[in-house]
């Protein structure tokens, strides 16, 4: 291997591992949901694309979202983002009531408070709220009939960034009238793109090219063989049940002090508090 080709090969590495490197991030809220085990893509992408917009279909209880309102925080990004939801629920989510509006609002003002915007408007009649080319993200998580995903595909490229990226859920899924799958098979290859086969699939499109959008380098480097693809979709795969399951564990510890007779709380505060006092940090075994 001659010294041009070693040095661009350690450049990718490089932009891979920069690329990684927040995959780690604790989940701050985990809701209702089966979209949890891409959420540290969504970290990774979110730090490392650092979109100045960003805007979802599909909704629900929020955990997508939330995870973009961390991102945001956390990351110390520059965006925008907008939830775009009917808060009713369709075919495919099951029809809900409105509590679940009712909890993604409460969640959002108690942590995410000045975060983002909520649209509660059908898709349709929200596209006329925002101008071409002016969102650099988007995330299609509405109904999952190859017609309605269809729609939203045609009806929102329009306004993505010239290269912006698009991200689409249940690619994979393929009973019950779902056909995410059928309209990525058709336009996966107009695009520089890459399709996660775990948590029922996401599609990621990037627009663009590769010196104005930074996600297709590392999209090309994924691409490059079999090996790259398999690992890229493995370590996002394992990334994903990871965080999941550490976010389920603090939901329950959560849920076991919240019921917790006072007087029993009380002892362990103490408890503590006298375990400290008698083993100080420094003789204590960890
Ligand atoms: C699969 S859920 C979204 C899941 C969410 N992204 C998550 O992280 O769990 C789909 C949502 O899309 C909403 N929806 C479907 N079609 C819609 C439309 N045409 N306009 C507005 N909302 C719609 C439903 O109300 C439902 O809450």
């Known amino acids: 291997m001659d010294m041009i080709s070693r040095s661009s090969e350690s450049a990718e590495t490089l932009r891979l591992l920069q690329f990684l490197e927040p995959a780690g991030t604790r989940i701050e809220t985990l809701t209702l949901t089966s979209w949890g085990g891409h959420i540290p893509f969504m970290f990774c992408l979110m730090n490392y694309f650092r979109p100045r917009t960003f805007l979802e ?22 965006c925008s983002p907008t939830a775009v939801d009917l808060w009713a629920g369709d075919e495919h989510a099951g029809k809900y009531g409105e509590n679940v509006y009712a909890s993604f609002r409460r969640i959002h003002q108690d942590k995410y408070h000045g975060i983002g915007c909520v649209l509660r408007k059908d898709f ?13 993200l988007i995330h299609i998580d509405g109904l999952h009939t190859y017609e309605a995903v269809k729609n939203d595909y045609e009806t929102w490229l329009p306004k993505v960034s010239p290269n912006g990226i698009m991200l689409f859920h249940d690619t994979h899924v393929r009973e019950r009238g779902f056909g995410v799958w059928k309209l990525w098979d058709e336009i996966k290859d107009d695009y520089v793109s890459f399709n996660f086969s775990h948590t029922h699939g996401l599609g990621v499109l990037a627009l663009g090219s590769a010196d104005s959008n930074p996600v297709i380098p590392i999209l090309q480097t994924v691409n490059d063989s079999d090996i790259a693809r398999n690992s890229f979709d493995h370590f996002f795969r394992l990334a994903g049940e990871r965080a999941v399951s550490e976010a389920i564990s603090q939901i329950k510890l959560q849920a076991i002090r919240e019921r917790l007779p006072a007087p029993l709380l009380r002892l362990f505060r103490r408890s503590k508090a006298i375990r400290r006092k008698i083993f100080p940090a420094s003789t204590r075994a960890h």
């Open 57 to 78: 279909l599909g909704t629900h209880y929020g955990a997508s979202f939330f995870a973009v309102c961390q991102a945001i925080r956390e990351f110390g990004l520059n």
């Open 124 to 136: 349709n009649e929200a596209a006329a709220d925002f101008d071409n080319q002016s969102l650099d």
